[in-house]
């Protein structure tokens, strides 16, 4: 099933940051295929009134847009780990069905305030 294979990828992704910091474009890449995996979960890829994306790709550079949008070098220069993890799970948890649940977690809980920091940590 492509969903899990998805999500046996992104779990592996999150390991990595282990390996020393992840850095901005990592973090851009995680959390785009973490939003397509959910707007996937809620059928919101495909052909057919009321779908926010076509297909897959479509999505994939709309939410690598977004997130590049909010995760600039000038306002992001590191990424704090444990904010990037939270903005993942709650993209993984968000509900399909509340508009406010989407909004809080694309722009409080995945917002530049929450997954960036001024320095790497050591």
Known sequence: MRISSSL???SLLALLPACGPTSREDAQRQATWAAC???AECEEIGSGDGKEFEDRNECEVKSRDFFQG???SNNCPAINEKGLETCLERIRSTSC???AD???TAFFV???GSVCQEEAED
Do not use: H
């Open 8 to 10: 046996s990828l992104l």
């Open 37 to 39: 995996d959910y707007y």
């Open 70 to 72: 909010s995760w600039t």
């Open 97 to 99: 069905s509340s508009a």
């Open 102 to 104: 989407f909004f809080n």
């Open 110 to 112: 995945c917002g530049s």
